[in-house]
């Protein structure tokens, strides 16, 4: 057994309940908001998913790890969670095309977390109590100063983090010799949402959040991608300011995720902050333009105001979420602009959903 898996771990929350249990990953010290995964697989893929920068994953599974870690199983460059909590994190993995275990993976990627806590019983806590802050420590043993640690922690209300996960600098994927070409607004952008575009045929060219319009201009893009992100959107004016500039130009554009509520907010749709958000990959959502349902995959803490919706002159909904009746996804009702809460490329995931991507390179076409 590894020295981390011999060492104490503790769990702190906001709410001053505290879990014990053993160090896994890297030994040190964590915070963030904490958040739930209810779904069975695709660890790997969560793990790397930007829009969870800045929040503490508790992994609803009771084995995490038992496949081991891929260097192809991956949304992202880096470990994007800041840590995690399970009831079983393994070291030992049954796939033999695996490139590591999970311990291993953490351990190098930095990500301190925390096993044999009972998450069952941890994730009622939030779904009951809501989101909020923890604290995770496999190297201080102080209560009071965990919790004074702890209290510093910013709160995912007002946080700005699309610009922090963000592209630093602009890249292409897919045919340059495509017929179609689409500009991507990088917030923290899955690299299976671009592999169903390229597949798709389309040229991809990805900008950082903060590009100006008038950069992309030299491009000429047939369509505009605006991407999933961590973070609240209230703040993100910038983004407000050129998803409106982008549907003055009456081209086709697809939302996804964050980019689903900035398409609201330049609708003059309010975004609020969730009890506890979605995450999983089970999620339905009711279709009401076709009636048909499919089961989804989702990661977000934020949504858009139903009732402003319902009111809006130049929006109309499209998908509800079978669960809770949140709005899943949106189109306007003049110009060739629709968005969906949750991510249709679906990594992990069922494929239920990606004939959005086939709905987008549609509008280009015609």
């Known amino acids: 057994m590894s020295e981390s898996k011999q060492q104490q771990a ?64 991956v949304e992202s460059n880096s470990v994007k969670i800041k840590g995690l909590i399970g009831r079983n994190l393994e070291e030992k993995y049954s796939r033999y095309q695996a490139d590591d275990s999970l311990q291993q993976y953490l351990s190098e990627q930095g990500i301190v977390s925390i096993y044999g806590v009972d998450t069952r019983a941890l994730v009622a806590h939030i779904r009951n109590c809501g989101a909020m802050n923890c604290i995770i420590s496999s ?104 998803m409106k500039e982008i549907l003055q130009k009456d081209k086709p554009l697809f939302g996804i995720c964050l980019g689903h509520q900035l398409l609201a907010m330049a609708n003059g749709i309010p975004t609020f902050k969730m009890h506890h958000g979605h ?36 929006v109309e909904i499209t998908h509800v979420n079978l669960n809770d009746d949140s709005i899943e996804g949106i189109r306007m009702k003049h ?8 991510h249709p490329e679906s990594t992990p995931g069922p494929f239920d959903s990606r004939y959005l991507f086939d709905e987008f390179m549609g509008m280009m076409k015609g």
């Open 10 to 73: 503790i769990l702190m929350l906001e709410d001053g309940n505290v879990f014990y249990g053993k160090a896994f990953g890297k030994i040190g010290t964590t915070t963030g908001e904490i958040c739930f995964n209810t779904g069975m697989t695709g660890y790997q893929e969560v793990f790397t998913d930007p829009s969870y920068y800045g929040q503490v994953v508790i992994m609803n599974a009771a084995h995490i790890g038992n496949y081991g870690v891929k260097s192809a199983d």
């Open 139 to 242: 190297e201080i043993s102080d209560l009071r100063e965990l919790k004074d640690q702890l209290s510093k922690t910013p709160s995912m209300s007002g946080l700005e983090l699309a610009s922090v996960v963000s592209t630093k600098e602009v890249y292409e994927l897919g045919n340059p010799h495509s017929r179609y070409r689409i500009a991507v607004y990088d917030f923290g952008v899955k690299k299976n949402i671009l592999n169903c575009l390229t597949e798709r045929g389309a040229y991809v060219r990805v900008y950082p959040a903060k590009t100006p319009l008038q950069e992309i201009n030299d491009f000429n893009p047939h369509g505009y991608f605006v991407s999933n992100g961590p973070g609240d959107p209230a703040p993100m004016d910038y983004a407000v300011k050129t």
């Open 279 to 314: 995450r999983g990959l089970n999620h339905p959502v009711k279709n009401i333009i076709t009636g048909r349902s499919e089961i989804t995959t989702q990661n977000h803490g934020f949504g858009i105001d139903p009732e402003a919706v319902k009111k809006s002159d130049t």
């Open 335 to 342: 110009k060739p602009a629709f968005s969906v809460q949750y």
